[in-house]
């Protein structure tokens, strides 16, 4: 079992950042590809980035790519989601995900572990 735990969330305002930090515990020991997710009030969850289990490949989803940076510290087994630029349609409670492989996952459903979410309010 993997137990997860987002922070970082908040209020910015348009063009402004926040970091998101996903702490793992229980086990860690395992290799575990990690992904970034949100979901917006009437909408479906959807894919925002991925990490591989050394943080050697990346992934993202076009609508963050070049705004977003997903990097990750096993030592501290913490992944990181700096968003950068943000826009007002980036508003979403983020959640980070794991699962006990290296394969490019970009489907909610084909992910095990889960956090809670943490808020994220961009204003205009």
């Known amino acids: 079992q993997v137990q997860l735990v987002e922070s970082g969330g908040g209020l910015v305002q348009a063009g402004g950042s926040l970091r998101l930090s996903c702490a793992a515990s229980?086990?860690?020991?395992?290799?575990?590809?990690m992904a970034w997710f949100r979901q917006a009030p009437g909408k479906e969850r959807e894919f925002v980035t991925w990490?591989?289990?050394?943080?050697?490949?990346?992934y993202y989803a076009d609508s963050v790519k070049g705004r977003f940076t997903i990097s990750r510290d096993n030592a501290q087994n913490t992944v990181y989601l700096q968003m950068n630029s943000l826009k007002p349609e980036d508003t979403a409670v983020y959640y980070c995900?794991?699962?006990?492989?290296?394969?490019?996952?970009?489907?909610?459903?084909?992910?095990?572990?889960w956090g809670q979410g943490t808020q994220v309010t961009v204003s205009s």
């Open positions: 990490i591989n289990w050394n943080g050697g490949a990346t």
């Open positions: 995900a794991a699962r006990g492989n290296n394969q490019l996952l970009t489907t909610p459903a084909r992910y095990v572990y």
């Open positions: 229980g086990r860690t020991s395992s290799p575990y590809a």
